[in-house]
């Protein structure tokens, strides 16, 4: 079975520029949910899709912002870029349960210039 | 509000030696705990799970865990340490749709 894919591995932005990345889930998955992680903050929740609605979201402001296709595939888009969102962004899917374990991709690199 | 502390930046252990991991948490009912491992420039890989049941959980790659609800800890386990184990270990509570993790811990394994 393949796993969470992540595209793209790299990026690189300049300040107030805005940026959209994706996420394909394991098949069968309905949840989607993203982290940040940076050095400084650790690993920290952004969102969570399930079924094409936002089931929950973390504490960050209104830039970051997301969707779920049908498909389960989702997108997080990043407006008005600041230098502080360089960042490790992570997309993990699972069947959509407290007790079952996400599964991540290799995340997406956003530097930002 | 739920919350994890990895209490260790960085755990040192010869190969061959066990090694622990330490992770308390803090949470409201029962709790849905998980440990992951990071390698470098790569997403995280799940470990184990406690949901209920066996206080020992036993997961991927020889690990395993120690449920303690008295002392609302979640400490992971290895009698045989690995070189190969090195990596970055991450400890987390699992609540709607969203984990909360720890700090996170890295492990170096001396050959």
């Known amino acids: 079975k393949a796993g969470v894919t992540q595209t793209p591995r790299y990026l690189i932005k300049t300040r107030g520029q805005q940026v959209t990345l994706s996420c394909s889930p394991i098949s069968g998955h309905r949840s989607v949910s993203w982290y940040q992680q940076t050095p400084g903050q650790g690993l920290q929740f952004l969102f969570e899709?399930?079924?094409?609605?936002?089931?929950n979201k973390g504490n960050f402001p209104g830039r970051f912002s997301g969707r779920q296709f049908s498909n389960s595939r989702s997108e997080m888009n990043v407006s008005t870029l600041e230098l502080g969102d360089s960042a490790l962004y992570l997309c993990?899917?699972?069947?959509?349960?407290?007790?079952?374990?996400?599964?991540f991709g290799d995340g997406t690199r956003l530097s930002i210039l | 509000a739920q919350s994890v502390a990895q209490p260790e930046d960085q755990v040192n252990v010869a190969e061959g030696n066990p090694l622990t991991v330490k992770c308390t948490y803090s949470?409201?009912?029962?709790?849905?705990l998980f440990w992951y491992v990071q390698y470098p420039n790569r997403g995280l890989q799940f470990l184990l799970k406690y949901i209920t049941g066996d206080n020992l959980v036993k997961g991927s790659y020889g690990f395993e865990a120690e449920f303690n609800k008295s002392q609302t800890s979640f400490h992971l386990k290895k009698p045989s340490a690995l070189v190969s184990d090195s990596a970055l270990y991450f400890c987390a509570v699992s609540l709607g749709g969203a984990l909360t993790f720890g700090s996170g811990t890295r492990l170096q394994v001396q050959p």
């Open positions: 899709y399930f079924s094409e609605t936002q089931r």
């Open positions: 949470v409201s009912g029962n709790p849905y």
């Open positions: 993990a899917s699972s069947l959509g349960y407290n007790n079952q374990p996400q599964h």
